[in-house]
C-alpha cells in the first residue's frame, strides 16, 4: 500500500512542478487561485489515468501505466483547460506533453533501473 501512496504522490509531484515551473515562466502570479486554476486540469487527467489503467496494481510500470497515466494526464487536462477557457495553444500542448512525459515516465523508468518497483 505504502508503494501505492508513494507512486501516487510522485504522479502528483510531477504535475505540480510542470505547474510551478509553468506559471514561474510566464510571470503569472503565486497566488492559490491561479495555481489550482492551473493544476485542477491536469489533476484530474491523472487521477483518470490512474482510473483508467488500474495504476494501483502496478504503479511502476512504465508500459502500460505510466504512458496510460501520461496520456490521460495530458489529454483530458487539455479537454478541461478548453472547456474551462483556459489556454490550449499548440505549443503549449507540445510543452505540457514532452514535460509531463518526461517526468510522468522519468521517475518510472529510474525506479525500475534501481530495482524499486
Known amino acids: 500500500m505504502r508503494r501505492v501512496v508513494g507512486a501516487a504522490g510522485l504522479d502528483v509531484c510531477c504535475v505540480m512542478v510542470f505547474v510551478v515551473i509553468g506559471r514561474a515562466n510566464h510571470d503569472e502570479g503565486a497566488s492559490l487561485g491561479g495555481f489550482v486554476g492551473t493544476a485542477w486540469p491536469f489533476l484530474v487527467g491523472l487521477a483518470l489515468g490512474w482510473g483508467l489503467t488500474r ?22 487536462g487539455m479537454v478541461l483547460r478548453a472547456v474551462s477557457g483556459q489556454g490550449t495553444a499548440f505549443a503549449f500542448v507540445v510543452v505540457a506533453t514532452l514535460f509531463t512525459g518526461a517526468v510522468l515516465l522519468g521517475w518510472r523508468v529510474v525506479a525500475r533501473r534501481l530495482g524499486i518497483s
Do not use: K, L
Open 55 to 76: 495504476a494501483w496494481r502496478a504503479p511502476f510500470g512504465v508500459v502500460p501505466v505510466g504512458v496510460g497515466v501520461w496520456a490521460a494526464t495530458v489529454g483530458v
